[in-house]
């Protein structure tokens, strides 16, 4: 029997990687040729939790916060490339506001690249902000302020019915997104994911989730990292916002509330925290999981079916595997207590 | 421009909404205060609660009072059961996890209330003595408002007393400072736990039948918001002081009241959003909260 | 009265105490001394129960305890007065004495108990009804011997009484521990102060890197070359 290890060791991984991803994306070119536009979809959307998890996986899994607010970053994406990439004529039809000058002016609308990149920076900056003051404190505060951030934007995305076409959304969005789209933002955001990990910065965000207190011995700022793996994340999920608004064309306040936020943070924890598969694992699961009961769902008329399972699984692996299905045992208790 | 009446007026329902927050929060900083656990859980009792009071009381006919003693036992039994599926093996571990086992058991609670009750809410009828209503010159009121007013000090009078004069309290208090230490001494943490699980749940359940009371519906969801909103009442008040959780509790319903009243008409759809903003403020200006020490990180 | 059989204890993953046995007769003191981080809390905490040896024995008037919980073991005789006190400082000085004697039953006995207390730290009934968050640390230290004492222990453990006092209080401190000793209580005491230690003690063990390097009588290590040894650390 060949020793797999000694071989796998030899080979050079970006070689390995190279070819994965190429193969990935020959699946994908078959798929679109030859599957049905449901399923192509549910492709796609694969595809764009996988940029939402992964980046949750960034502050939640390797720098140990619990941020319960990446609903929210997405929604600030989502909204801010729908603005951005609208189309002129629709503008009028739809009441969506036009765009200021400095924008380019009200005969503009943005190509998708940009657009996206302009939700990811805003809502990175949002991060940045409620995260400075926050990001001190003990993980409980950043919880349920995120939770609250969200929760803030919601209720902003509803209100600022100029802007937003309030609890209405907005739909006729130009569906741009496709599993190529979908795919390159997943596997770049896998990659800078897992550039930042195997860097010193990943060093010091899994020092400070081990033991912050042993981290800042070390001279490790928290807050810094702690920061940047927030804004990162927070990138990312808007991205992901802009991606999953122009893939299913509409977009309304309702659909970035806290049921979002929860279906991602299972994705990551099943699937494994602090690795960089795990989510990817965990997305691809959950959601075919979700697409399967679907019908059954419906034929049962029991709603809510999906997110009961869910919240099973989350709390079977958290009582049976903590570390995910992808994970490895992190750490231990740190002192041998009898309870 | 504003009345005094209507100041009034709003200043009186803020305290009848802060002493459900602060019900609330008080449970929530007993469990916090001996885990270091937000107990994302509890805001399930509440829903809880306020279902089993429509079950006892609407459905199945039973006395008053009766029902407020069941909806209370059943409380204090899910309380108990939580704590022995959910946070026994959690404890010891890192903290993030027993966050995330907290959260999913009230996505499971609140998802399997879904099923059981259908998405949408139902009417909520109290006993008729609830519903009188009295107007007075300066403010108009109903008798459920008092009955909350006067069970929620109530209670907390109660819950103070114990935790001063009785063995288990000065065991509590003595928990929530050290458990190490607690041990030391002789004491039960496992059993302090359970017994502060029991208290906590059987609030929030009595919490719940008051929250459906006056809001006059009751939904599968409405544990969600009142739960996290309790965390914010005990960051106001301070974090880990009891008389702070019930202080922060009533500051939390007379400023979400204000807001409410002031803003001007459309934006109350805010008023959760305002809450956070609170909370957010606080922590940038006085993380500690208005009776809280510094916690050490 | 309580033997230590082979204990092997693991803080986090570092092994912090190995292959050590000590064994304290009734009514002696005995005391363990070695240099900041020689494993002497730790071993502690396991004949206390807070923490759970992975190897070993720890025997108890001939009862195999070493996996008995430490709540149940303040039941069977044990106190710890811990490293740095660790008094609740949010409860008054009465409520930590009285949660002393969480454990028991017996009024009568309890109310002997603090009197006698009482007697012993004059300066705690003053300040009953202060938080004792709000006493000075050889007060603190007082608070927290009283309150290992309302337990009504058989077998009671020190670490570091004398830890961050003053040498006067200091001297009062041990007087008092001789005469707890006097009532018939078995001391076992961790001291980085070895000589006030060593004066009233019957026995010694000198602890290095999770080890007992030597032992013997308590006058007979003293003269020994292997304290000195110990303690700077060759």
């Known amino acids: 029997m060949p020793d797999i290890k000694a071989i796998f060791s030899k080979v050079d991984k970006r070689l390995l990687a190279g070819a994965l991803i190429g193969l990935l994306f020959l699946c994908l070119w078959a798929a679109k040729a030859g599957l049905s536009k449901y399923v192509i979809f549910i492709i796609s959307l694969i595809g764009v939790y996988i940029v939402a998890a992964e980046s949750l996986n960034l502050t939640n899994g390797y720098t140990g916060l619990f941020s319960l607010g990446h609903a929210g970053f997405m929604a600030i994406g989502a909204y801010t490339s729908t603005l951005l990439t609208f189309p002129v004529k629709g503008r009028d039809l739809f009441v969506i506001a036009k765009l200021p000058v400095f924008l ?42 995120s939770l609250g951030l969200m929760v803030l934007i919601t209720a902003l995305a509803m209100n600022l019915r100029d802007l937003t076409r309030g609890s209405i959304g907005i739909n006729s969005i130009p569906t741009y997104t496709n599993v190529w789209w979908a795919y390159i933002a997943a596997v770049i955001t896998v990659y800078v994911v897992w550039r930042i990990v195997n860097s010193s910065f990943g ?3 899994k020092a400070i989730r081990e033991d912050e207190t042993a981290a800042r011995v070390q001279g ?10 927030f804004t990162v994340g927070a990138f990312f999920a808007g991205i992901a916002g802009g991606l999953y608004a122009h893939l299913s064309g509409a977009i309304r306040p309702y659909a970035f509330s806290f049921n979002l936020t929860f279906q991602i943070v299972i994705m990551v924890v099943i699937g494994g925290q602090g690795t960089i598969a795990g989510p990817v694992v965990g997305v691809v699961i959950l959601t075919i999981l979700r697409y399967v009961l679907k019908p059954l769902e419906e034929a049962l008329g029991i709603y809510g079916l999906v997110e009961l399972i869910y919240a099973l699984l989350l709390i079977v692996t958290m009582l049976r595997k903590p570390e995910g299905l992808a994970g490895k ?11 | ?91 010891g571990g890192p903290e993030v996890a027993m966050l995330i086992t907290s959260l999913g058991f009230y996505i499971f609670i609140e998802n399997l209330m879904k099923l059981i009750v259908s998405p949408q809410p139902y009417a909520f009828h109290t006993p008729e003595f609830l519903d009188r209503i009295y107007s007075m010159p300066v403010l108009t009121f109903r008798t459920i408002d008092i009955f909350i007013v006067a069970t929620s000090v109530g209670i907390m009078v109660f819950f103070t007393l114990f935790v001063k004069r009785t063995k288990m309290g000065v065991a509590m208090r003595a928990t929530a400072e050290s458990g190490e230490a607690a041990r030391m001494v002789g004491i039960n943490i496992s059993r302090v736990i359970s017994i502060s699980f029991i208290i906590a749940s059987a609030i929030a359940a009595i919490t719940g039948f008051m929250w459906g009371a006056k809001y006059g519906q009751i939904s599968y969801n409405m544990g969600f918001m009142a739960g996290v909103k309790a965390f914010v009442a005990i960051v106001i008040g301070g974090v880990g002081s009891i008389p702070g959780a019930m202080l922060g509790g009533f500051m939390l319903g007379i400023l979400e ?41 | 009265m309580l033997k230590v059989e082979a204990i092997d204890v693991h803080y986090g993953i570092i092994p912090a105490v190995r292959e ?36 070993g024995r720890v025997w108890y008037k001939g009862e195999d305890v070493t996996t008995v919980p430490a709540d149940r073991r303040v039941g069977m005789g044990f106190a710890l007065v811990p490293e740095g006190r660790q008094i609740f400082s949010k409860l008054t000085v009465k409520e930590n004495l009285g949660l002393g004697a969480y454990h028991r039953n017996d009024r009568e006995g309890i109310r002997k108990d603090q009197e006698w207390i009482y007697g012993l730290f004059p300066v705690l009934q003053e300040r009953e009804s202060q938080l004792a968050g709000t006493l000075s640390g050889g007060e603190q230290q007082m608070l927290a011997l009283g309150r290992g004492l309302m337990s009504h222990p058989e077998f009671l453990m020190l670490d570091e009484p ?53 032992e013997g009588a308590a006058d007979e290590v003293m003269k020994g070359e292997n304290i000195m040894k110990a303690y700077l650390g060759e």
């Open chain 2, 1 to 91: 421009m504003i009345s005094s009446e209507y100041l009034i007026q709003q200043i009186f329902n803020g305290i009848v909404f802060g002493a459900m927050y602060a019900l609330l929060a008080l449970g929530m900083t007993v469990i916090y205060g001996i885990l270091r656990l937000i107990h994302f859980a509890h805001g399930a009792l509440i829903t809880v609660g306020a279902f089993s009071f429509y079950l006892f009381f609407m459905v199945l006919g039973l006395p008053f009072p009766a029902a407020i003693v069941l909806i209370i036992a059943l409380g204090a039994l899910m309380g108990l059961v939580l704590d022995v599926v959910a946070y026994k093996k959690a404890v």
């Open chain 1, 203 to 205: 060093r010091a965000m």
């Open chain 3, 162 to 214: 004398s830890l961050g006092l003053a040498p006067i209080v200091v001297e009062d401190i041990y007087e008092v521990i001789q005469e707890i000793n006097r009532s018939g209580i078995t001391i076992l005491l961790v001291e980085q102060n070895i000589n006030m230690a060593m004066k009233i003690s019957n026995y010694a063990y000198v602890m290095e890197t999770g080890k007992i390097r030597a």
């Open chain 1, 220 to 229: 490790i700022n928290p807050l810094k990292y702690k920061l940047l793996a």
């Open chain 1, 329 to 339: 045992r992190v750490g231990d208790r740190k002192v041998a207590l009898l309870r």
């Open chain 1, 104 to 145: 380019g002016g009200p005969e503009a609308a943005w190509p998708f690249l940009p657009a996206l990149i302009m939700g990811g920076i805003f809502a990175a900056v949002v991060a940045a902000i409620v995260g400075l003051p926050v990001l001190r404190l003990r993980g409980h505060y950043l919880s349920v302020a």
């Open chain 2, 257 to 297: 009241m204000f807001s409410v009243a002031f803003l001007p008409p459309g934006y109350a759809a805010y008023r959760d959003g305002i809450v956070f903003f609170i909370l957010i403020l606080i922590l940038i200006v006085k993380p500690s909260g208005i009776l809280g020490q510094k916690e050490v990180e």
């Open chain 3, 20 to 55: 050590l046995s000590l064994s304290v007769e009734k009514g002696q003191i005995s005391t363990l001394i070695g240099a900041n981080g020689a494993g002497k809390t730790t071993t502690l905490k396991a004949i206390m129960g807070t923490l759970l040896p992975k190897k």
